[in-house]
């Protein structure tokens, strides 16, 4: 069973720096799709890495891209070599990204994004322009549907100021 | 004779873009009434239930129990 939104706890919990982007941050901005990741833009500094590492040490995240399931494991020789962390744990999947695509590094995203309230704290959303840009920058099919619903409720936000993104 | 005038036609606004290519928008309407924490237990509930069926049809395939 998943359980993305305890995902999130943990993170912010234990005081991760990041910010949700991809399908998810569509979903809570309120496009009708279902996705089973999280997808996060964080800084991949040593710090924020150990942080990421011990949120997850015991929901057994291993590297779901790679063949034979590598655990996750953050040490000072591969701190600098990681740019992004394809992970599966015990609650579902979570994609850790350094930048994102037609945005650029976590400061971009970061000052992009807007805040929302969760049951267990706040945490940061990439805003609804900058999330169409960066899906409009993937330029996959289903992105391009997402964008579709994405520009329908950015225009709904139009009609009620102070909703979306902060300018 | 008197002319029958066409109305102009309506703009064609994202939100029609949506319809037409098919998104149910009372779902995106409602979601819209959320807040994002009511979203994201919506979309837990819904991709909980696609997994459970999921299973359920690999089972019934493949067998197991």
Redesign the interface.
């Known amino acids: 069973?998943?359980?993305?939104?305890s995902l999130?706890e943990r993170l912010i919990q234990r005081q991760l720096e990041f910010v949700i982007v991809g399908g998810?941050a569509a979903?809570?901005?309120?496009?009708?799709i279902?996705?089973?990741d999280v997808d996060i833009c964080c800084p991949f500094n040593a710090t924020n890495l150990k942080c990421l590492h011990d949120a997850l040490a015991d929901l057994h995240p291993y590297h779901r891209l790679t063949p034979n399931r590598l655990p996750l494991q953050i040490t000072p020789e591969n701190i600098g070599r990681l740019e992004n962390l394809y992970l599966m744990t015990d609650w579902g999947q979570i994609d850790c990204l350094s930048r994102i695509k037609g945005i650029g590094e976590f400061e971009a995203v970061r000052t992009r994004s807007v805040e929302?309230?969760?049951?267990f704290g706040r945490c940061r959303?990439l805003g609804l322009d900058a999330l169409i840009a960066a899906k409009l920058a993937i330029g996959e099919t289903r992105d391009k549907?997402t964008v579709?619903?994405l520009?329908?409720?950015?225009?709904?936000q139009d009609l009620k100021p102070g909703t979306g993104e902060q300018r | 004779m008197q002319k029958n005038i066409e109305p102009e036609p309506e703009p064609m606004?994202?939100?029609k873009?949506?319809e037409a290519?098919g998104?149910?928008?009372s779902?995106?309407e409602a979601?819209?009434r959320?807040?994002?924490?009511e979203?994201?237990?919506n979309?837990?509930r819904?991709?909980?239930l696609?997994?459970q069926l999921r299973e359920a049809m690999q089972k019934q395939i493949y067998g197991g129990s």
């Open positions: 069973m998943a359980a993305l939104e999130l998810f979903m809570a901005h309120g496009a009708s279902v996705t089973q929302i309230q969760l049951a959303v549907l579709i619903q520009q329908a409720i950015r225009e709904r | 606004t994202a939100w873009t949506a290519a998104f149910d928008m779902v995106i979601n819209l959320l807040t994002p924490w979203r994201i237990l979309h837990s819904a991709l909980n696609a997994l």
